[in-house]
């Protein structure tokens, strides 16, 4: 708060995906919503003076409002409260749950990195690619790929580490978040993307990549 990282009522907002994870999947759950909480804090501190010197930084400061935290966090908070009223497939969900979290955080590492990176991103258009300016919806860099490959990664490994998930089903969730994340960025310089706006792009990676990795898992 102090860092202007979010507002009090985003911080307040954020203990309902906390409480809904914690009940359906026990205090393990907390691990990656932690990681991903601490660590998309840190990236957008990371760097600001230098971004905002360079004229790429957010109009904001990054600051996180309610609609940001629910964007990310509510189809989260939603598999939390499904595991807890059918605990028979709580394995299932809980691969979806931290998929949708390390989407959220894929999303948050690469466009929080990537205007750190020299020169300017390209603009993923299915089968072309062009230079536009940091900022531009669904402009990616080799920086942020890199970024959002890592934070997906690590917050699947961090869910295995307290017996949440296995680590087939880390790997699950890291590729189904990533590739969600991936699949934000194409549909964001689109008509489609446009009118969803930045929140609405960010459910529908969460909804892409629980559907995605409770299928794989489905499919055994």
């Known amino acids: 708060m102090a860092r202007r990282q979010g507002t009090v ?5 954020g203990l309902v995906p906390a409480t809904a994870a914690s009940l359906g999947f026990g205090a393990p759950a907390i691990a990656p919503l932690a990681l991903f909480v601490l660590g998309a804090g840190a990236l957008t501190a990371a760097g600001r003076t230098a971004k905002a010197a360079r ?6 400061e990054g600051t996180r409002r309610v609609r940001n935290v629910a964007a990310k ?18 394995g299932m969900l ?13 999303d ?14 390209f603009l993923p258009r299915w089968g072309a ?12 860099s080799p920086l942020g790929a890199a970024a959002g490959i890592a934070a997906a990664a690590a917050t699947a490994a961090v869910a295995v580490l307290p ?5 087939r089903a880390a790997g699950i969730a890291a590729v189904s978040g990533w590739g969600a994340s991936v699949l934000e960025s194409l549909i964001a310089p689109t008509g489609l993307g446009r009118s969803l706006g930045h929140e609405g792009r960010n459910a529908l990676l969460s909804v892409v990549a629980m559907i995605a990795a409770v299928l794989w898992v489905g499919r055994g």
């Open 94 to 106: 809980a691969t979806g749950y931290v998929a949708g979290l390390a989407g959220a955080f894929a």
């Open 55 to 60: 004229g790429v930084g957010e109009g904001n």
């Open 163 to 167: 017996d949440l998930i296995g680590w």
């Open 108 to 121: 948050t590492a690469a466009t929080e990195t990537g205007p750190l990176a020299a020169g300017r991103p």
């Open 129 to 140: 690619w062009r230079r536009v300016a940091h900022g531009t919806p669904g402009a990616m």
């Open 73 to 90: 966090l509510a189809l989260p908070a939603v598999a939390g409260v499904s595991a807890l009223l059918w605990p028979a497939q709580s």
């Open 9 to 13: 009522a985003a911080a307040l907002t």
